[in-house]
């Protein structure tokens, strides 16, 4: 069973960065894609940034230019670097990953809640 736990959320005023941590209890290259989801209060969830095997990546259009998703193979972490923060990233951030292998189960973490203060 494989695990991912997100770290890194917190209270942050608008215009400033948090860093997420998502850290996978088996190697990365199992995953054919690992990315970020949030869930805003009264919303659905939505994809903010993906990355696939091979290292392209995916933004949601109203985080384009903000956020950065990356990954270290060495720790089978993958991040999110959110800069210019606004009140409307409030959410719960979840890393998902999925395997590559069929039959490409999806796991979730627990989630990390990000509140930006305006």
């Known amino acids: 069973q494989v695990q991912v736990v997100e770290s890194g959320g917190g209270l942050v005023q608008s215009g400033g960065s948090l860093r997420l941590s998502c850290a996978a209890s088996?190697?990365?290259?199992?995953?054919?894609?690992m990315g970020w989801y949030r869930r805003a209060p009264g919303k659905l969830r939505e994809v903010v940034a993906i990355v696939n095997v091979g290292g392209a990546t995916t933004y949601a259009d109203s985080v384009k230019g903000r956020f950065t998703i990356s990954r270290d193979h060495a720790k089978n972490t993958v991040y999110l670097q959110m800069d210019s923060l606004t009140p409307d990233d409030t959410a719960v951030y979840y890393c998902?990953?999925?395997?590559?292998?069929?039959?490409?189960?999806?796991?979730w973490g627990q989630g990390t809640q990000v509140t930006v203060a305006a």
């Open positions: 088996t190697s990365i290259f199992s995953f054919v894609t």
């Open positions: 998902n990953t999925r395997e590559i292998m069929p039959p490409a189960r999806d796991y």
